[in-house]
């Protein structure tokens, strides 16, 4: 696992870790048993050994003790979740920096909302397959993320986080994390979901920096007139993508079409043929 450099990665790293101790204890204490039983119930004499079926007090433990597991799992599970889920600090809040997500075939463009550059525009990064784009964000800081896709199902994941959340189309989705205090660096970022030809290129970076170094940096690009980038338009991704956009899908489908009508043809002349 990476280091954890939020609390709510935290909390993952601990319910990951008391989840793997819970399977041990269960894990030995079967394992036990079984060489227990093993070593000493060998076989000792022709004769069949007392049964033990319809012992109601047997029957009801095999019932009820894989359900008091699941309910500790479930009970831990649905307790952090809860937290991780959690957008309680408000976005619009000075404390909080937030940030839209536009996920897209095949890349990432992260917005400043509410820190509008020199022209008017928020403040935003966008990057192109290949040209991995860099998140910049500032320590001992709320970050609300906002997420969302014009094409597809993506999933962001920033490895140190511990957690990746799906962007889907239509779906607004959102989740907040507070950086620890001491983290700096540059992290890595990917899409986790399956999402086309070029998937493995949708990278990212995020660099972490202290809170005065990140308002240096917003100002920075605030006084930058061009700093306000848009998603490169469609034809323009096409082309960086070698043509396998939509275009590309389109002149399959119609040399598809184009072979079925002429199958088509064929068959009526060859019913014509022998009327
Ligand atoms: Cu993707």
Redesign the pocket.
């Known amino acids: 696992m990476p280091e954890p450099i939020t609390h709510q990665a935290d909390r993952v790293l601990a319910l990951w870790q008391g989840s793997w101790i819970a399977a041990f204890a269960v894990g030995f204490l079967v394992w036990g048993l079984i060489i227990w039983s093993v070593i000493f119930h060998r076989k000792r004499s022709e004769q069949l050994p007392p049964q033990v079926r319809y012992n109601l007090p047997i029957e009801a433990l095999y019932t009820v003790l894989p359900f008091v597991i699941i309910a500790v799992l479930f009970y831990f599970t649905a307790r952090d979740q809860t937290v991780l889920m959690d957008t309680e600090a408000d976005p619009a809040s000075e404390d909080v920096v937030e940030i839209d997500v536009l996920?897209?075939?095949?890349s990432w463009q992260f917005t400043y909302v509410g820190e509008e550059n020199v022209s008017g525009d928020d403040v935003a990064i966008a990057g192109i397959p290949g040209e991995d784009p860099q998140l910049v964000i500032p320590n001992d800081t709320t970050i609300h993320f906002n997420l969302e896709?014009p094409d597809?199902?993506?999933?962001f994941w920033v490895p140190a986080f511990l957690f990746k959340l799906d962007?889907i189309p239509g779906h607004p989705n959102e989740f907040q994390v507070d950086l620890h205090e001491d983290v700096e660096g540059v992290f890595e970022g990917k899409?986790?979901?399956?999402?086309?030809v070029d998937?493995s290129q949708?990278l990212f970076t995020v660099r972490v920096v202290d809170p005065d170094e990140f308002d240096e940096w917003i100002s920075e690009q605030r006084d930058d007139p061009e700093s306000g980038i848009e998603v490169p338009a469609a034809e323009e991704l096409e082309e960086l993508n070698g043509g396998t956009a939509d275009g590309a899908e389109d002149t399959d489908d119609a040399d598809e079409a184009a072979a079925v009508r002429d199958e088509e043809q064929d068959d009526e002349e060859a019913e014509a043929a022998t009327s």
């Open positions: 996920a897209y075939q095949w896709s597809v199902i993506h999933s962007v899409c986790a979901e399956l999402c086309g998937h949708m």
